[in-house]
């Protein structure tokens, strides 16, 4: 199969160290062109990562006729726009999250999607790492019996930086929207289900508004409930818990994989014993792209475990909401 090839709007950190390695150890993926409103950026930049082309403006990679997928980790607030202009210019498109900052505008991308027969894909990479095929495996083995309470954290001390997006408002900053939806992501793919309501609590930095601790807790259908805790204050936590009224299944390392390898902690059977699962270190991002590219050869390929991000947006809006 002939690998996708990809254009990358902008230069920003996360594609630097996390998707610019992927593309290149993908075996169905090619970085083929990148773009920066600074041309001497876009250079350099495609230069280090062994891509094709470089652009002095978004326009101009989506002119491209070679590219066939868009990758998007722009701030949070210009993710509609790009997307929408990338699905018209033809381009299949993975964007990283949050896909979009309200519902609207998810609905927008998805609706622009569709009409066009085009992919798109929110980028929450965590997903195609498979520690969590495990978990889905003990539940569906009754293990811990019927899952009742989800918990999930990821936080980490952040260096307040006033002047960069995650901490301007306007741009979608703050904690909840650059780690909190991923707990808020895993609850809904392991719950099968949407929340129905939210109570939440955050605490914000005097200087900017933004969230530097959002806690919140949700009501899911048939009596289930998560909590989350996503924050700018606390020492480094990326994991989750699933409690059934049987046993309980922990991903130590859910969201934020590091170097080492993650484990899965599952006690089952209303006994105190761990199993324990070990997975070597894989990088969860080539995983994703890779499922992503297939997608895009295979039109008939479910996007599972990807998602378009409506949902999501629509649970992230309770949650904001809830917040205020």
Known sequence: MEAVRFGVLGCARV?????????????NAVLHAVASRSPEKATATAQRHGAAKAYGSYEALLADSEIEAVYIPLPND??????????????????????????????????????SGLRLMEGFMYRHHPQHQKV??????????????????????????HAGIRWNPAQGGGAFLDVGVYPLNAARWLFGNEPTEAKALAVRDTATGV????????????????????????????????????GSIVAERAFQVGESGVRVIVKANNSDTEEVFFFEHVDQFQLEVEHFAACVRDPQLSLEPGEDGVLQARAQELVRSAAQ
């Open 15 to 27: 594609f630097e160290r996390r998707m610019a390695p992927a593309l290149k150890r993908a075996g």
């Open 78 to 115: 210009q993710h509609a726009e790009w997307t929408v202009k990338a699905l018209a210019a033809g381009k299949h498109v993975l964007c990283d999250k949050p896909l979009a900052l309200s519902v609207a505008e998810a609905e927008w991308m998805a609706g622009a999607a569709s009409a």
């Open 136 to 161: 889905f495996e003990v539940l569906r083995s009754g293990a811990i019996g019927e899952p009742v309470h989800f918990r999930g954290v990821f936080t980490y001390p952040a260096t307040a930086d």
């Open 211 to 246: 969230d530097i601790h959002t806690a919140a807790l949700l009501a899911f259908p048939g009596g289930r409930t998560a909590s989350l805790v996503a924050g700018f204050d606390q020492a480094f936590t990326s994991r989750y818990e699933l409690i059934g009224r049987e």
